[in-house]
């Protein structure tokens, strides 16, 4: 019987749902971590810990949609049948210098990134901050 439902579904539902599901538990488990993390570390050390998860989120941005359109380059040329090898190595030297550049301004701007994001906290001294 749920064989049948599920082949009678489109693949495309299946995999919307599917990726909705997923953004539920992961939402889900924040509100559990939340919980459990902020008796144990406080509010300020909580504080820091959100703000560290939350640049995470930022820096995998960094990317550009890299990952993506190599993968629609490759698909396409998978479909006509042609070399996608070039492709991996353009990636590959892009994301070689997108590293480098954002290690040399992080290099540089340090110091002033950790005076604005924690410098609000008592608790880290001003040594602890910038390294």
């Known amino acids: 019987m749920l064989n049948k439902l599920v082949i009678k579904i489109p693949?495309?539902?299946?995999i919307a749902c599917s990726a909705w599901l997923s953004r539920l538990c992961t939402a889900s488990v924040q509100f559990l971590v939340i919980?459990?993390?902020?008796?144990?570390l406080?509010?300020?050390?909580?504080?820091?810990?959100?703000?560290?998860?939350?640049?995470?989120?930022?820096?995998?941005?960094?990317?550009?949609?890299?990952?993506?359109s190599i993968q629609n380059f490759i698909a396409e040329s998978r479909g006509r049948k042609k070399n996608y090898s070039i492709y991996i190595l353009y990636l590959g030297i892009i994301?070689?210098?997108?590293?480098?550049?954002?290690?040399f301004l992080l290099y540089i701007f340090l110091e002033f990134i950790s005076e604005i994001f924690l410098g609000r906290f008592g608790f880290i001294a001003n040594s602890e901050a910038s390294r």
């Not at 693949?11 to 299946?14: N, R």
């Not at 994301?95 to 290690?103: D, K, P, Q, V, Y």
């Open 11 to 14: 693949k495309h539902i299946v």
């Open 35 to 40: 919980g459990i993390l902020l008796p144990y």
């Open 42 to 68: 406080g509010k300020d050390d909580y504080a820091v810990f959100v703000l560290i998860v939350g640049l995470m989120g930022w820096f995998s941005l960094v990317d550009m949609g890299l990952g993506n």
């Open 95 to 103: 994301s070689i210098g997108i590293l480098f550049i954002t290690e």
